[in-house]
């Protein structure tokens, strides 16, 4: 695997550790799409530095299970005009 690409995945892992960041965050931070941050996270650093794919991806699965409710809240903000 290319360098550039390694030292990508740790950024964005780090990044996503740091901030507590979703991967549409991080894909803007990082000005690239959400499916190469899923890509990085999820299958590329898992060979790459084990323990940081591993804090990652706790975060990731958090923020799955609450992209529900921030979906619901977003859209109560829509409509209530707020």
Known sequence: M???????????????????????AAAKKFGISKSTVHKDISERLEHIDRELYTRAKEIL????????????????QKYKGK
């Open 2 to 24: 290319r360098t550039d690409i390694e030292e990508r995945a740790c950024a964005l892992a780090a990044y996503v550790i740091d901030n507590k960041a979703t991967v549409r």
């Open 61 to 76: 699965e958090v923020n799955k299970a609450e992209r529900h409710i921030r979906g619901g809240l977003a859209t109560r």
